[in-house]
């Protein structure tokens, strides 16, 4: 019996860093051209995008389990399938949902930052994006 081969034409991830959020403005402050909020309004959007950012946490713990999965076998069938299905597809799971952890956390940032609840320098912000990218694996 023969094993199915590999695709060849697998997809391969070239994301290397998360994108920055759009630009957004809190009444005067932030940048224009992106996201435009209520200053009344802000601390609603951001405990939303929080709220968000907890549920990913949680995903994260279950995509982490699923990644590690082990075969329930001493068999070649079950290596097998843990080897080229499961691990794969679990560290490919858990590794989007940790980019939308950083882009998540990132958009609250910006939020925060928008709105006056976080003054932040142009140098830290530039330190902040360089790091983000490294994060990424």
Do not use: C
């Amino acid at each position: 019996m023969t094993q199915p081969a590999q695709s060849a034409s697998a997809p391969v991830d070239t994301l290397t860093s998360v994108p920055p959020p759009a630009p957004i403005q809190v009444g005067n402050n932030g940048g224009s051209g992106g996201y435009k909020f209520d200053p009344d309004q802000v601390q609603g959007v951001i405990n939303k995008w929080q709220a968000l950012l907890d549920d990913v946490n949680n995903d994260i713990a279950y995509a982490k389990n699923i990644a590690g999965v082990k075969p329930p076998g001493q068999e070649f069938a079950s290596g097998d399938f843990v080897e080229q299905g499961a691990n794969p597809s679990g560290q490919t799971l858990l590794t989007q949902h940790e980019r939308m952890r950083t882009y998540i956390q990132n958009y609250i940032q910006a939020l925060q930052k928008a709105s006056g609840q976080v003054a932040q320098s142009e140098d830290d912000a530039r330190a902040a994006a360089q790091k983000q990218g490294q994060e990424i694996t």
